[in-house]
């Protein structure tokens, strides 16, 4: 669900306010830690994150957003 959102971002980075925004804050409605956890458990794995979902980013770049986006929500937590 993360990941969907930013497939077809140029820049998946771009895509992070929207994530958080539509995502987690809309959809989702669960705590930030939990998505955080679950952030970590994909970053913590062996997985080919790049493999779930047919789009033209590179591990690299999904791990890269994922961990941008894990920041950003400990940046979140932090405020609250």
């Known amino acids: 669900m993360l990941i969907y959102p930013i ?8 895509g992070i306010d929207r994530v ?3 995502v ?6 669960i705590p930030l830690r939990d998505v ?9 794995s062996d997985a080919k994150l790049a493999e ?9 770049v999904i791990r890269r957003f ?3 986006l894990r920041t950003r929500l400990e940046a979140e937590t932090e405020k609250d």
């Open 7 to 14: 497939q077809f971002e140029s820049e998946p980075l771009d």
């Open 66 to 68: 994922l961990s941008a």
């Open 36 to 44: 955080i956890a679950a952030i970590d458990a994909g970053l913590g």
């Open 24 to 29: 987690i804050r809309e959809h989702w409605r």
């Open 52 to 60: 779930l979902l047919p789009q033209s980013h590179s591990e690299v």
């Open 20 to 22: 958080v925004a539509q």
